[in-house]
């Protein structure tokens, strides 16, 4: 297996990353299972990154059927020490609108059928959720989108996401319960994507691109796949684009991150009372 600093996690209509050289694809079967689909290994500008698509090439998979923790320990196990998550999502604010780009700092986590842990089963580990998102990463892609994309692309620094389960939209009473949450965006799939990533003590951020007003709004159309696939392709376009100038920083200035040490004083299970078998299954997230 090649060794990652990064990982890139595609959401819907990103499947791929554009100038990869030096190309691989790795199956991994962790102990969690097959990833949802081979992790592309390449270098971007010397950097060498593994990318996975959240979905599978071709859209195979619903959000709940998503292989959250094989995912993660997958792009773990290669190296990575900061994931990217590309996400579409639609907007709970006015000044949300379709095409725009959020990088929420806070989640709500709705999901009910997920694997949100790496950890039981002779085992206890509490991470702190409080800030799940990092800093650091978050502002990494948030030079690259002022780097990269024209100023007339609005960027929001900062909100709320909340994670729904899906597959179905929200009804009506549901979007503005989200909005009187203070929720600011809503999607499928970054929980528990962010919880898994924080126990892999990776430095996880998600750049959220708008394609809908889901279903509150009074003047817009309520969200329909058509209408929301159409503008994720627009916005996979520029999410490329961004994902690279992210990479070229990432891979020059390896910025340290708190995220980088998360299961310091997480675990709590004394080490000797730790099955062996557990013991080297955890020994991807710990390194």
């Given amino acids: 297996m090649s060794d990652a600093l990064i990982g890139i996690i595609g959401g819907s209509g990103l499947y791929q990353l554009d100038g990869l050289e030096h190309v691989?694809?790795?199956?991994?079967?962790?102990?969690?299972?097959?990833?949802?689909?081979?992790?592309?290994?390449?270098?971007?500008?010397?950097?060498?990154?593994?990318?996975?698509?959240?979905?599978?090439?071709?859209?195979?998979?619903?959000?709940?059927?998503?292989?959250?923790?094989?995912?993660?320990?997958?792009?773990?196990?290669?190296?990575?020490?900061?994931?990217?998550?590309?996400?579409?999502?639609?907007?709970?604010?006015?000044?949300?609108?379709?095409?725009?780009?959020?990088?929420?700092?806070?989640y709500i986590d709705l999901t009910k059928r997920r694997d949100s842990t790496f950890f039981g089963e002779g085992v206890v580990a509490h991470v702190s959720m409080a800030q799940p998102v990092c800093s650091v990463t978050c502002e990494v892609l948030s030079r690259a989108v002022r780097t990269v994309l024209p100023v007339d692309v609005r960027l929001h620094q900062g909100g709320t996401y909340v994670c729904i389960e899906g597959p179905q939209f929200s009804s009506q009473a549901e979007s503005n319960w989200y909005r009187s949450m203070g929720a600011s965006i809503i999607g499928m799939t970054n929980m528990p994507e962010a919880k898994l990533a924080r126990e892999a003590q990776m430095a996880y951020a998600s750049l959220a691109m708008v394609t809908d007003y889901d279903c509150w709004h009074p003047r817009e159309a309520h969200v329909t796949a058509d209408m929301?696939?159409?503008?994720?392709?627009?916005?996979?376009?520029?999410?490329?684009?961004?994902?690279?100038?992210?990479?070229?920083?990432?891979?020059?200035?390896?910025?340290?991150?708190?995220?980088?040490?998360?299961?310091?004083?997480?675990?709590?299970?004394?080490?000797?009372?730790?099955?062996?078998?557990?013991?080297?299954?955890?020994?991807?997230?710990?390194?």
Avoid: C, W
């Avoid at 916005?235 to 891979?251: H, P, S």
């Avoid at 200035?253 to 299954?281: F, M």
């Fill in 228 to 287: 929301a696939i159409a503008n994720l392709m627009t916005n996979a376009e520029r999410a490329k684009l961004v994902a690279a100038e992210a990479i070229r920083v990432l891979g020059a200035e390896k910025p340290d991150s708190p995220a980088h040490n998360a299961l310091q004083s997480a675990v709590v299970t004394p080490a000797e009372a730790i099955p062996e078998t557990l013991k080297r299954q955890l020994a991807v997230l710990l390194r």
């Fill in 24 to 106: 691989g694809e790795e199956r991994i079967q962790t102990p969690y299972g097959s990833t949802s689909d081979v992790v592309v290994t390449g270098d971007l500008n010397g950097i060498r990154v593994a990318f996975l698509a959240r979905h599978g090439r071709g859209h195979r998979l619903l959000p709940s059927e998503v292989p959250y923790r094989a995912n993660i320990y997958a792009l773990k196990q290669l190296g990575a020490r900061y994931l990217l998550s590309f996400s579409a999502v639609g907007s709970l604010r006015e000044d949300m609108a379709p095409l725009n780009f959020v990088l929420p700092d806070q």
